[in-house]
């Protein structure tokens, strides 16, 4: 879907007209590529937070900093309360689970904007080919084991 979705854009653009065919084929590409990806990491990797839906994380990450923030302070005004200990103990890995992703995503928006900038619709050569170096990756630890 994404290789589909890079190839639309560049063979569509410039992308003026929201109506047009290569927009609405590159937009539906662009959704199932996201479907794709946030259904395998729900089916692959159950124990961990979703990967592309960010106002949920964001929102949760808002939710668990803050309850750190309170579990700290009762934590510190009580240092030998064993819940106190718990509940800090309990929002610090929350806190922890998340952090990668929000940086991850923080990340990944900067480099694209950067590249979309800089070099324009072929920035999605590099998301493409990490996914391909990816899948050679794994076909080769597979095939390894």
Known sequence: MLTG??????????????????????????????????????????????????????????????????AWQAHRRAPAHAAAAAAYAAARLRVAGLFPIMLGFLLGTATGTIAYVGIGTWGLLLPVAIMYGVFAWASAWRGAR
């Open 5 to 70: 979705f890079l190839v639309v854009v560049l063979v569509g653009a410039p992308l003026a007209d929201p109506n047009a065919v290569a927009v609405v084929t590159a937009s539906l590409l662009g959704l199932f590529a996201m479907g794709m990806q946030s259904a395998t990491v729900r089916l692959l990797m159950k124990s961990v937070a979703s990967t592309n839906v960010m106002t949920t994380n964001t929102t949760q990450i808002a939710i668990d900093a803050t309850e750190l923030v309170l």
